[in-house]
């Protein structure tokens, strides 16, 4: 499958301060991809290059293999987006900031208005100023202006931010949909990590300007990690791990024994045990959150 | 890729939608009215015209006996004393400024008002992008960075247009009213080629309209540089509007010492210097002060183009 977007070592200097080093990742059609980052990482400076906002020191952007700084017209037609907040223009309603938007791409026609309007439920309020509207509807308005040109790639900053939960649920299972049934390639970032383990397919960690690490949710679930063993007698199981594994932190919890291993090491040690008869109630795999991935592989939420 | 007739009906939208363009509207009507109503309040008839232009000949000739006139004032005062002849000889009154085109003429004078309100227009429509944030979403559409810059330039001069349409309405609807049309025949006096013709009076009050936008044209472009650079409106409005009220003076100041004064651009931005009057610097001729506008205009354009262009989009 060839990539939606790709980042090639791009590189962005500000001054003789590099901001960005040397950045590459790929997002495909049909995943969600999220944008994960301390403050001040670099990550609405990597979409304002992606989007064209911001030059490009070296390296470069392509969008459906087209480059975005050869030919931005023809790249950026294939991209809607919100980058930060969803400033509209506050003294026009809502619906004439999309015809505002409709006029700068051909073949958006009223039809096509009306039926974005409802997909964000904007119907009762469409026709009054945007002043008017509270965050959320500001974001809606926002996700509505990103889909009108019926993109198929889609970046959202903070798409979730002043949503209450139940918008926050229905603006998820929408981004799911789209990336599912019509094949979106979509960028989400957020500082919300339970959020994004939700949202996302795969997750770009980048901390000082560099990419820390790409992980998708099945590679998070099945790296080395903790696993529970209910187990009896705890005893005898403690001496048989111990001679299996004998470099491993073994801990016995109140709930049965912790231990550290890959996930494709579970059945050998399930076996194991299961020879020298003792009795296996339970084995859960405690996965790892984002979260804890997150500090993990930045250190801490350390402002650089 | 969208039309640059859409992009600039997106401007257009964005300019009147607002209600401090109808405040701008309201306040030219009121202008002219005021205009008028003061014009008729102060103006006082003169008892006899005849004798009134018959005592300005004379006068024009003994200017002329004198030896040390320049030669360009010495050309303006004999066509003045040509066309004051004419009138008595054709029994045609001076156009005063209480009738029909005599307020239509001064009305021009309210071109500076209009061109205040095109550099708040113009100044705005980039400056104001940048501080509602809205400049984000208006780049990254697949119309070129040049094809947006140029919509926003064209929209701030139809405004101006739409103005002066609007102005002169205003005018020939308030000074009908209050002056009457019983002149509305009268013609203007021009001197060609050696002799005075008589010439249609609208033809004069439009000529003397576009010599009066020739500072709205360059001050426009002007905030608009400045409104591209600094992304600042009140710095572009103030500048502009400062440049716009001080630079003739302080022009004119310099141009009594300098000679390189004339390479100014408020030298050159007054053509009416060249129609009926003197040349501020001598040796300045009309095409000399076209070719100076025309640099000064594309100095203006191709530095706010290069700016807008390049400029990373941090806001």
């Known amino acids: 499958m060839n990539p939606l977007l790709q980042l090639k070592n791009v590189r962005k200097d500000i001054g003789k301060k590099t901001i960005i080093h040397d950045l590459s990742l790929e997002v495909f059609p049909g995943e969600v991809f999220g944008f994960l980052g301390p403050n001040g990482a670099g990550k609405t400076t990597t979409i304002r290059m992606i989007v064209g906002l911001m030059g490009i020191t070296s390296g470069d952007v392509l969008i459906n293999g087209i480059s975005i700084q050869k030919d931005f017209e023809k790249a950026i037609q294939h991209v809607g987006a919100i980058v930060e907040n969803p400033e509209m223009y506050k003294f026009l309603t809502g619906y004439q900031n999309l015809l505002h938007y409709a006029r700068m791409t051909k073949g958006v026609t009223k039809e096509r208005i009306d039926e974005v309007v409802k997909l964000v439920g904007l119907e009762k309020r469409i026709h009054d100023k945007v002043k008017t509207y509270s965050l959320g509807m500001r974001q809606r308005l926002g996700l509505a202006q990103a889909l009108l040109h019926r993109p198929s790639l889609l970046i959202l900053d903070e798409p979730t931010n002043g949503l209450d939960p139940a918008g926050i649920r229905e603006i998820r299972d929408y981004l799911r949909k789209l990336a599912k049934e019509e094949g979106l390639g979509i960028i989400v970032s957020s500082h919300l990590l339970s959020e994004m383990e939700m949202m996302c397919d795969r997750f770009a960690i980048i901390q000082h300007g560099r990419l820390v690490g790409i992980e998708s949710v099945q590679e998070l679930s099945k790296q080395a990690q903790k696993v529970l063993l209910t187990v009896k007698p705890v005893e005898q199981a403690l001496t048989v791990i111990k001679n299996i594994y004998p470099h491993m932190n073994i801990t016995s919890a109140k709930q049965g024994i912790e231990v550290s291993i890959d996930y494709e090491e579970i059945p050998s040690l399930n076996a194991a045990l299961v020879s020298e008869n003792i009795k296996v109630y339970g084995i859960q795999v405690l996965t790892k959150s984002l979260e804890e991935r997150f500090l993990e592989m930045t250190g801490g939420n350390e402002i650089a | ?12 939208m964005k300019i009147y939608r607002r209600i401090g363009t109808w405040f701008m509207i309201a306040l030219l009507a009121l202008s002219t009215l005021a205009g008028a109503l003061i014009t008729k309040a102060t103006h006082k008839e003169p008892k006899n015209w005849k004798a009134e232009v018959a005592s300005e000949i004379k006068e024009m000739e003994a200017q002329l006996s004198e030896e040390k006139v320049p030669k360009m004032y010495k050309n303006h005062l004999e066509q003045q004393l040509k066309i004051n002849e004419y009138r008595l000889e054709h029994n045609i009154k001076p156009v005063a400024s209480n009738t029909f085109w005599g307020y239509l003429v001064s009305s021009a004078d309210i071109i500076a008002l209009i061109t205040l309100f095109t550099i708040i227009v113009a100044a705005g429509s980039v400056a104001n992008e940048f501080s509602w944030g809205t400049i984000k979403l208006l780049l990254i559409r697949s119309a070129s960075r040049t094809k947006i810059l140029l919509s926003k330039y064209i929209a701030a001069l139809l405004f101006a247009l739409c103005m002066l349409l609007l102005l002169f309405v205003f005018s020939s609807v308030v000074g009908a009213i209050v002056f009457g049309i019983e002149n509305i025949r009268e013609p203007y006096l021009a001197y060609q080629n050696g002799t005075v013709v008589e010439k249609s009076m609208l ?46 003076q302080i022009t004119t100041l310099l141009a009594m010492k300098f000679d390189w004064a004339k390479y100014l651009l408020f030298a050159n931005t007054d053509l009416t210097q060249y129609i009926d009057g003197t040349p501020l610097v001598e040796g300045m001729t009309m095409p000399f002060s076209m070719m100076m506008l025309l640099i000064y205009f594309v100095i203006f354009n191709a530095l706010t183009w290069f700016i807008f262009r390049k ?3 941090a806001a």
């Open chain 2, 311 to 313: 400029r990373d989009i």
């Open chain 2, 203 to 248: 033809l004069h009050v439009m000529q003397v309209y576009a010599l009066n936008c020739v500072d709205l044209v360059m001050m426009t472009t002007f905030a608009f540089m400045i409104s591209a650079v600094f992304r600042n409106h009140s710095l572009a409005v103030g500048l502009a509007t400062f440049a716009l009220f001080a630079g003739p």
């Open chain 2, 1 to 12: 890729m969208p039309s640059i007739l859409s992009l600039i009906q997106n401007e257009n």
